[in-house]
């Protein structure tokens, strides 16, 4: 009966022939350590952000529980847990009861496919042997990798929107509504950009991603040429509704968003997902763009070195922190953006570059896979550009006509 | 173990289907659309089709599906529908005799013909297989088809402009 | 290192009309986008001007196939056969006339614009489609993009009865291609391909007694049911006269013409091409189709009213000719020697869609004029007080009865015939009998016409593009009557008609 579980369909490097406690205690061990992770790393993203925005606007943030408050979010915690839990009376029960796991549990599940160690350097696959059976430093590490997390990404989306719905009141419907507008606007350059990533690594799987990025010209934020990754950059905050793009739950304008009828455990749950997503989708963005555990060599200085097989998990921490202080960096400098510049920015900047540059990129990649001469490519690389430019121009003669038609006729709604 | 699979993923489809049709409030009956679709992508694991699995997430559950919920909150029309007033009394009987019979004959059929159907297994092939050899397949016998669909969105495109157009406010 | 891959071989030419039409709704859509308002009609001559051209290109690759055979295009997914090329044309022809008549119709309305001629164009592009397709995928977008189209242009109107027209064209439109796409899946699996190629040599091969043909035969319902209801036959039809009354005229002769054509273009390539093999299952279904769609189709359009709800049963009850042409096909599909009946039912759909946009034209001048209404009253002294229109009229009404030294009787002869070649004498006897009763429906709209006692005495303008459109439709149904040799000794040019 154990030999028919489908577990090689979740990681088919494990050895399905000598089966006996070895393989479940692997997938036992790696569920567990996912999750003391991505709990752990949430409490800490909590005090992170908290003491880093802080010191940004000289106060001193928490420090009371622990040593330097890094236990506030246990704290915190508790609070919520003892907290009334109310029910507005004009929600729609199940669906509020049922939100605040959507949005929860796929931000767990990210963690399920990051590369989160093993030795990729020198073309090594990152497989590591435990209790004599070969494995990946990974939960899962399913053929279609990436768009697994695209895909949980948008059931995410789904928390948030029926939140709102559900609490039957106007602002968390009206803070729903902006956010899932956001979502699906900025899942497409997410998309786009993601797709210039795997044509270069030439695979879907996460493990096969890391493995290409094995020299640092090979990491992809080198090798598709950084556009990529600035698009994916700011179209993944978006996907947060982080700060400047957080008009989801922008206090200001429509109180808390569409948590705002939420409190206690829902509350909290909805708290954890949001934090826990930002690691998740800094853990993805440096697997994708930096090479996840790949080491970054000085020479052939290893920093880590001395950590020996757990180097590879050190550099994805260290790189996973640089944009955890990117993000706290962002949220306590840039201003929030107006609704029309958010959609602006998505749709008339970033899609189009994305995709403008994910062309280009292919066309260089057909010239490769045909062998083109010195001078076949730079024609290929000047044709591109014209088609490219063309295409610009008619998107921006477009835009300023529909600009001039609604000066003169009024808007259509 | 496939049996088991199999088994919840149809109870999946055909709960999530069921629900659709019977709930009243549009919102449940989209999340019973949503249920169905994984149900779906479900099947589509057990038979290894990872790739497609995934679109089936991202595209129905992640996008169209987002989009009628969208649709529904803003058109304000979550709220049930009275179906009680039938201007053809007969209608709904004869509809559900036809339906049953339909469904039970085009069951037999598959049934009947089950053993006919291709069994094709390509559970061995590794990793990125699947996904070459749809690309594959979608640009070389199917390209057509797949150039087609381009036009269908231009009709869709301007399609929607006909149909949101509205009338200028006054003539300058 | 993976397999080279192979990109199939494609020829462009041959291709040359499809991608006109589609270039040419682009090209309206961009430019039109880009531009101020252009002066009057040159979106419609623009639209015009792009099916001709494809018409015309349809008749050079005509001469090629004539010459060299047909064979396959791009992979296997579209046929080049005779049979795609003179769909093609019917269909280009009926868009050329449509597009015409179109401007005078959303003159003066949010409509005016490119949009509602790419519109044509594309849905006249998956029309060719349909009828070119050599693969049950390419066939469902054909028949996709013409639907989704014909939805929205059958909404396009923002009046009660046009919004009710693509709402529940729409709806009913959806369910018929979800049943017809579970057709496709059913047949998949009996045949394990979608390709029409390849499903025949899978029947071909094997031996007819020992076949457990079930899902064939599942799929072959469904899809019949599906193609019934794009082609309105009864009892599919009853979405028919509510969707061709309250859509715009100039819709509504789409409709009756480009769409009928390329459903019954599917019908033919799916039947009588893809399973020949099975033509004893299907034909009996399509024989009491064609006698359902006849009586039905000829007995209401009697009692209406309305001259767009007649016309509608019309359609009805010329679907039931075609499906005698359909049902005579099918005696000998498959064999060397396949008979007249394809030819019939395609020459019959080509001379259909071109008279019946003539008389949809002079309803839509007609119905202009009298603020929107299309009862037959409106039509009372047209002849006093525009004669030519109301010869025009009566020569388009008459065509569609199959009177002598007119297209339409060409067309009913040539199914007739075909069905009394295969001893099909009782679906032969009722469809004349339908047409006599038809006849007296035509007959009232001309009474109305000629002897009726005007109720309005100013005569209704006649915009000069539609004018044109109904010359030219007159002129071809008097043309083709008289000399039927003309088009006939074009298709008997081409000894293997379909692939």
Redesign the interface.
Known sequence: MIAMLPVPAVDPVLDTESWWWQPLAIVGLKVLVVFIIGLVGTMFMVWFERKIVAGMQNRIGPDKAGPFGLLQTLADGIKLFFKEDLIPERSDRFVFKLAPFLAFVPAFLIWSVIPLGGDFTDGRDGTVEWFGQITRVQLADPPVGVLLVLALSSIAVYGVMLAGWSSGSKYPLLGSVRASAQMISYEAALGLSLAAVLMAAGTLSTSGIVAAQDQLTDWHLLSTGVVPFVVFLIAMTAELNRPPFDLVEAEQEIVGGFHTEYSSIRFALFFLAEFMNVISMSALLVTLFLGGPQPLLIGSFDLFAVLGPFGGTAWLLLKVFLFLYVYVWFRATLPRLRYDQLMDLGWKVLIPVALGWFLLLAALQLGRDNDLSQVGYVTLVIVCLVVLGLGYLLFTAAISVARRNRDREGAAY | ?ELI?FVLASAMVLSGAIGVVLFR?P??AA?GL?LTLFGVAVHF?SM?A??L???Q??VY???IV??F??VI??LGV?RAEDLTIEPLKLQRPVAIVLGAGVTV??A???V??A????RETNASA???S???ALA?SL???????FE??S??L??????T??????????E? | MPEQFIAPSIDWFALSPYLVMVAGALGLLVVGALTPRWPRGLYSLVSALTATSAGVLAVFIWNDVAEMGPGTLVGGALSHDAFAQFVTIAVCAATALVALVTDAEVRGTVLEGPEIHALLLTAATGAMVMGASNDLIVLFLGLETLSLALYVLAASERTAAGQEAGMKYFILGGLASAVFLYGIALLYGGARSTNLGEIVARFQSTVALERNDSLVLAGLALLIVGLGFKVAAAPFHVWSPDVYQGAPTHVTAFMASVGKAAAFAAMLRVLVIALPFHRDDWRPVIWVLAIASLVIGSTLAVVQTDVKRMLAFSSVSHAGFLLVGVEAAGHRAGEQISGDGLESVLVYLALYSVLVVGTFSIVAVVSRHAGGSTDISVFAGLGRRRPVLALALTILLLAQAGVPLTSGFVAKWGVIQSAVAERSYAIAIIAMVSAVIAAFLYLRIMVSAWLADPSEVEPEPVPAMTGVAIALAAAVTLVVGVYPELLLGWTDAVSNFAR
């Open positions: 173990m699979v409030n919102v449940h999340l949503v694991v290894e990872h790739f699995a995934a679109v997430v991202i559950a992640g996008a987002v989009l919920l969208f909150m803003l979550d004959l085009v037999g059929a598959v009947r013909g053993d006919t159907l291709g590794p990793g990125d699947n996904i070459r594959r640009y070389s016998d199917h390209v057509l088809a087609l669909t036009v269908l231009i009709v869709a495109v301007a399609g402009v006909v149909l949101t157009r509205r009338l200028k406010k006054s300058g």
